[in-house]
């Protein structure tokens, strides 16, 4: 039976809150990390390229909680008023969904933000890894000239610390990643999970970190994409978080010191949760 880990963006707290859970769903027995198929958005490439290294969860959810391990993070500088009104704007002029992930890659395009090597340094200090692993992983990413989305691969010809970069590039906040002459921001525009990349998989378990509601416009929003994966006969379970843990993740996902609480929280979370899947 194949089995496939999708998992959703939520910032830096997205990243330690998703590490928790896998590991307190491992601690009660249900280890997903060993799925053949990871699918990653934003915070979510990041773990799943993390996961694909090899590295055991004990060792990555360590890198979460432990100041001596963690990245070494940029603290995201932002106008949220200005931010809001510039994506506002850039949503209502649009006429379709294509031209709305177009405006807001203008948006990303016109932003001031940390250099692109001070960026890519920062996902780097995140991978265990800097190669793609053996086992499938499609990382998302959205164009920002062209607004198509864009999923790399190991078969890509693209770095891993590349790719996960530009599925990191939260628009408007970091700068949007240049590959092959192209410039690309974050998957979480087209989708905070792009679901429906896991079609085929028997299995698939959705882990959302923002929740289910899309912050954009999509033609495969979350809700739908899981309606669709058990259309065609797949079992799908969701998980977002929990009150603790959102709580715990706070109101600037962004923030790194949301890492050590949000890891914790995710661990308590996985480990109460039921059995995903039913039997058989």
Not at 135 to 161: I, M, N, Q, T, Y
Not at 171 to 190: A, C, E, H, K, L
Request: glycine share 14%; charged share 20%.
């Amino acid at each position: 039976m194949s089995e496939a880990l999708v998992l959703g963006g939520g910032g830096v707290g997205g990243i330690a809150w998703i590490t928790g859970l896998l590991a307190g769903l491992a601690d009660g027995g249900q280890d997903v990390t060993g799925a053949g198929l990871l699918v990653g958005t934003s915070a979510g490439a990041a773990v799943a390229a993390q996961v694909g290294s090899g590295l055991g969860l004990e060792e990555l959810y360590a890198r979460q909680v432990d100041p001596a391990l963690q990245s070494a993070e940029i603290m995201a500088e932002m106008d949220l008023e200005k931010f809001a009104a510039e994506i506002g704007a850039a949503l209502g002029a649009a006429a379709s969904v294509p031209e709305m992930r177009r405006a807001v890659g203008r948006v990303a395009l016109a932003a001031r933000t940390v250099s692109e090597p001070e960026r890519l340094a920062v996902i780097e200090s995140r991978l265990p890894s800097r190669t793609w692993p053996g086992r499938a992983l499609k990382v998302v990413a959205v164009d920002a000239g062209s607004g198509e989305p864009r999923v790399f691969d190991k078969d890509s010809g693209v770095p891993l610390v590349d790719a996960v970069a530009a599925s990191c590039a939260v628009p408007g906040v970091w700068p949007p990643v240049s590959i092959d002459g192209r410039r690309y921001v974050d998957g979480g525009v087209r989708s905070m999970a792009n679901a429906d990349y896991a079609a085929g998989a028997d299995r698939v378990l959705v882990v959302v970190p923002m929740g289910v509601t899309e912050p954009f416009p999509s033609e495969r929003p979350v809700e739908r994409a899981i309606e669709e994966l058990r259309a065609r006969g797949a079992e799908v379970a969701v998980v977002a978080p929990d009150e603790a843990s959102l709580e715990a993740i706070g109101d600037n996902p962004l923030d790194p010191a949301t890492r050590r609480p949000a890891a914790e929280a995710g661990r308590a979370q996985g480990r109460g949760l039921g059995a995903l899947w039913g039997q058989g």
